[in-house]
């Protein structure tokens, strides 16, 4: 298996404007024994929580989707973002087209998906949703919200 | 009842719009069969034994006339002029094309209505109590709460890919006809020193495993009602297991980890919770309240005139109190003897709908038992309703009674099927009714599955009947004393199998045990857990 999502090049769509992290990522153990590390992967079973002590160091979060179906990522995401975690968030593994909108709320700003998406396509995934039902960190302001000013 | 605002509209017509670029994106070849199948699923789409099966969402199983008609009409356009309601409140059309299905969910956004989440590892369609709004025991309407819940739970960004399927029950009497305790998540809307709240139950389900939900809070305040929910759902989402597909719903894991520690979880994730503002606005359950508040009910007649005795049958069986003295709920059974239990043709949806438009404030619930309601009918008009029924084969007197059965799809459309449910069930209807013993055994609810998926809750059931295979041979599993109500229990099962006429023979032989032995008022179920399954199993074994 390629080890996909370590250089910034493969990543196919960023909402940043910051310089990508340039170097590549290491596990959430080693990041935890590892002072210097700025870059960390969370694998499905890691628990996020484990970052948080060392969220002001880090630049980059990669989040692995082995398998588009396992949707732990998507609450590892909005734990770091809840946390205050400011850096980029980047999904990497087996994405696809209808996942993004989903993954975009929960904090995502960066994808790496195995294999290039369709850029029209997704281009209308992001754009999926013109108003939300639920509350996250991307600070969009909810239906409730707008129904009652 | 609830309306869409523009918003609600939106995201409705923007799952549409989704689901057509998704059909056409698997048309062109650019998303697999593996990669389209969780998004058909996630709009209702499943490929059975002989077709694609669609099932539509009712939200808390509340409709109206226009909506029915919508469902009828599809029925005859798009399916064999058929629609099967479920044990979760929804509609499924057994023969669709795929060609179809974007038109479909097209004609069904124009009466507000959808297919969304109505499978898939997501949070599925609420279900409520079918007598809503209406019943003279409940605290108060649960479904304000139960649209509120219908709108966080829906497109939730975070809990789209669950480790498996994911039922909410949402329930405001003492009296549970919902099966609460048997759904993943139960909600009780219950009264503490005079403040409304949530009691919430979590784990509870049927399949291979079957479980009933431990409390894990007793109250709730309303508040923080979608809080707690979304820390009930982030713990599962996180620790659920992924590893085997028949461990994964949320009943293993709060097995597994026990209630306690779970429960502990939930509490510690939703402390941190509070802090991130995912509770919608309270305003927003308020503006939602009006839209379930009473009709204008009308004072009139409050009794009855039953010299047709086939008419006093049904007003005994088929109709049930309500909070207005001059009305009462009235339930169309699906189940005509020998029919196929919860389906229902074009033509008398329509029907249906007709009579809820002119005698029930233009309303009707779904059952969980697959039947249909009139919620707020007139006393006075119950006559009228009853010969129209009559005429639409839609009149038959036997809610709660053993031909009121639930059943699977069973081996005639299920690719998971052991043994035929449909063809057992109108067996066990023709017979009970030829031979009159329905009416005497009173209240006896009957639930079989062709599976162990328990699709057809025979877990649940006062008798449950569950099809399984052996050496090839469609064979027959007995169980006694299960209820998905208030008073939940699991059903154990009596011993050997049998064949589908053995099976019957079964049911006749612990029925007339229960005739035998009953004392004063009871029912099976009553007697069954006061003498215990020895005695039935003598009559069945020996
Ligand atoms: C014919 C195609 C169907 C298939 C392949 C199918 C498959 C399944 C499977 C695999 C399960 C077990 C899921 C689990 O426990 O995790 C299940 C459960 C269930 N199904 Fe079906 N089903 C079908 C039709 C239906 C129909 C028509 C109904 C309603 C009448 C229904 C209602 C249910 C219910 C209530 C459960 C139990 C949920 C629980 O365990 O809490 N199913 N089904
Ligand atoms: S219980 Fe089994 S046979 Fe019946 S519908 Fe469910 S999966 Fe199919």
Same mark, same amino acid.
């Given at each position: 298996m390629t080890d996909f999502g370590t250089s910034p090049d493969e990543v196919q769509f960023r909402f940043r404007d910051d310089e990508p992290a340039d170097h590549g990522t290491v596990t959430v153990d080693a990041c935890c024994d590892q002072t210097n590390a700025t870059a960390v992967r969370i694998?499905?079973?890691?628990?996020?929580?484990?970052?948080?002590?060392?969220?002001?160091?880090?630049?980059?979060?990669?989040?692995?989707?082995?398998?588009?179906?396992?949707?732990?990522?998507?609450?590892?995401?909005?734990i770091l973002r809840e946390a205050g975690f400011t850096g980029e968030l980047r999904a990497v593994g087996d994405l696809g087209i209808d996942q993004l909108s989903h993954m975009r709320r929960c904090g995502f700003d960066a994808f790496a998906p195995d294999k290039l998406l369709d850029e029209e396509d997704a281009a209308r995934a992001f754009a999926t949703w013109d108003n939300v039902y639920q509350s996250t960190t991307d600070d969009r302001k909810t239906i409730q919200e707008l129904r009652h000013g | 009842m609830y309306a869409y605002d523009q918003y609600d509209q939106q995201m409705v017509d923007a799952r549409v719009a989704e689901f057509r670029d998704q059909a056409r994106r698997r048309l062109e070849g650019k998303l697999t069969e593996d990669q389209f199948k969780p998004l058909r699923l996630m709009n209702g789409l499943y490929l059975q034994l002989h077709a694609y099966m669609l099932r539509v969402a009712i939200p808390y199983g509340t409709l109206n006339s226009r909506q029915m008609t919508a469902l009828g009409d599809i029925a005859d356009k798009y399916d064999r002029g058929y629609g099967h309601f479920t044990t979760r409140q929804n509609l499924q059309y057994n023969w669709i094309k795929l060609e179809d299905a974007a038109d479909i969910l097209a004609d069904l956004a124009k009466v507000e209505m959808h297919a969304i989440q109505?499978?898939?590892?997501?949070?599925?369609?609420?279900?409520?109590?079918?007598?809503?709004?209406?019943?003279?025991?409940?605290?108060?309407?649960?479904?304000?709460?139960?649209?509120?819940?219908?709108?966080?739970s829906s497109f939730h960004p975070e809990f789209t890919y669950l480790p498996r399927k994911f039922k909410i029950a949402v329930i405001a009497a003492e009296k549970d006809r919902a099966a609460m305790r048997l759904h993943d998540i139960g909600i009780q809307i219950v009264e503490k020193d005079g403040e409304i709240g949530a009691r919430f139950y979590v784990g509870g389900g049927m399949g291979r495993t079957p479980m009933i939900a431990p409390m894990i809070r007793d109250f709730v305040p309303l508040d923080q009602l979608i809080t707690y929910s979304e820390a009930c759902l982030r713990v599962y989402n996180r620790y659920g297991r992924r590893d085997n597909k028949y461990k994964a719903r949320i009943k293993i894991l709060v097995h597994e980890l026990g209630a306690e520690e779970y429960t502990r979880q939930v509490e510690e994730e939703f402390a941190h919770m509070l802090d991130q503002g995912v509770e919608p606005p309270r305003e927003e359950l308020e503006r939602i309240k009006p839209f379930f508040a009473d009709p204008a009910f009308e004072d009139g007649p409050k009794?009855?005139?039953? +010299?047709?005795?086939?008419?006093?049958?049904? #007003? /005994?069986?088929?109709?049930?109190?309500?909070?207005?003295?001059?009305?009462?709920? &009235?339930?169309?059974?699906?189940?005509?003897?020998?029919?196929?239990?919860?389906?229902?043709?074009?033509?008398?949806?329509?029907?249906?709908?007709?009579?809820?438009?002119?005698?029930?404030?233009?309303?009707?619930?779904?059952?969980? +038992?697959?039947?249909?309601?009139?919620?707020? #009918? /007139?006393?006075?008009?119950?006559?009228?309703?009853?010969?129209?029924?009559?005429? &639409?084969?839609?009149?038959?007197?036997?809610?709660?009674?053993?031909?009121?059965?639930?059943?699977?799809?069973?081996?005639?459309?299920c690719a998971l099927a052991n043994a035929r449910s449909i063809p057992l069930a109108q067996r066990i209807s023709e017979r009970f009714d030829a031979s009159g013993k329905t009416e005497k055994l009173g209240e006896l609810k009957l639930k079989i599955s062709g599976c162990i998926n328990a699709c057809g809750h025979h877990h649940a059931g006062h008798i449950g009947i569950l099809g399984v295979d052996r050496k090839g041979v469609e064979n027959y599993q007995l169980s006694l004393g299960g209820s998905e109500a208030e008073d939940v229990s699991l059903a154990k099962i009596t011993g050997p199998g049998f064949t589908e006429d053995g099976v019957i023979e079964a049911v006749e032989k612990v029925t007339d045990l229960y005739l035998n032995r009953r004392e004063g008022e009871e029912r099976f179920l009553d007697t069954y857990r006061r003498i215990g399954m020895t005695p039935f199993k003598e009559a069945l074994y020996d």
């Open positions: 694998e499905p079973g890691d628990d996020a929580r484990t970052l948080l002590p060392f969220l002001d160091r880090l630049a980059l979060v990669e989040v692995n989707f082995p398998s588009f179906g396992d949707g732990r990522g998507y609450s590892s995401a909005r | 109505t499978s898939g590892n997501c949070i599925r369609n609420i279900s409520s109590d079918h007598f809503a709004g209406a019943a003279k025991d409940e605290l108060i309407d649960p479904r304000p709460y139960a649209e509120l819940l219908r709108q966080w009794t009855l005139d039953r +010299t047709d005795p086939d008419f006093a049958l049904w #007003v /005994k069986h088929n109709t049930h109190q309500h909070k207005h003295d001059s009305y009462v709920s &009235a339930v169309i059974s699906l189940k005509p003897v020998g029919g196929i239990p919860g389906d229902a043709t074009g033509e008398q949806i329509r029907i249906m709908a007709q009579l809820a438009k002119q005698y029930s404030v233009d309303e009707l619930r779904i059952m969980h +038992t697959q039947n249909v309601v009139l919620p707020h #009918v /007139k006393i006075a008009d119950l006559y009228a309703i009853w010969t129209a029924l009559g005429a &639409a084969d839609l009149g038959a007197p036997n809610m709660d009674s053993i031909e009121d059965m639930i059943a699977c799809p069973g081996l005639d459309y």
